[in-house]
């Protein structure tokens, strides 16, 4: 764990989770790590094109929003790309919570399924 310490006083975000044992380590704006969560051990990284606006995982689908709006999914043990959804603009934040993508914007959130990308209905406040 020293490793991931040193990488949060870098400027690091990290995000971590437990369900598969990988954390998502976001170097805005462009990359996104994949760590070891019990060791940090480095798995690879992640370029998306568009950016890395925000980053979620939940150990097992790593979601990054783009600036643009766009989602991209990767799968969280090997970094393979799972597709892309496109909530539209405005959007400023993704989290991956017990296989849902939560995408984020003002008053708005976007449920979308983590394994195929199907949305799942939205809830307004």
């Given at each position: 764990m020293k490793f991931l310490g040193r990488l949060a006083l870098l400027g690091f975000t990290i995000t971590t989770m437990s369900a598969a044992d990988v954390t998502a380590v976001m170097k805005s704006p462009s990359l996104v790590y994949r760590l070891k969560g019990s060791n940090g051990a480095f798995l690879g990284q992640i370029q998306p094109s568009g950016g890395v606006l925000s980053v979620g995982c939940d150990g097992e689908t790593i979601a990054i929003l783009s600036p643009h709006g766009v989602v991209s999914r990767y799968?969280?043990?090997?970094?393979?790309?799972?597709?892309?959804?496109?909530?539209?603009p405005g959007c400023n934040g993704v989290?991956?919570?017990?296989?849902?993508?939560?995408?984020?914007?003002?008053?708005?959130v976007r449920r979308y399924n983590a394994r195929n990308g199907a949305f799942m209905g939205q809830s307004q406040f």
């Open positions: 799968n969280a043990e090997s970094g393979a790309f799972m597709g892309q959804m496109q909530p539209g989290q991956v919570t017990g296989g849902v993508i939560l995408v984020q914007s003002p008053h708005l």
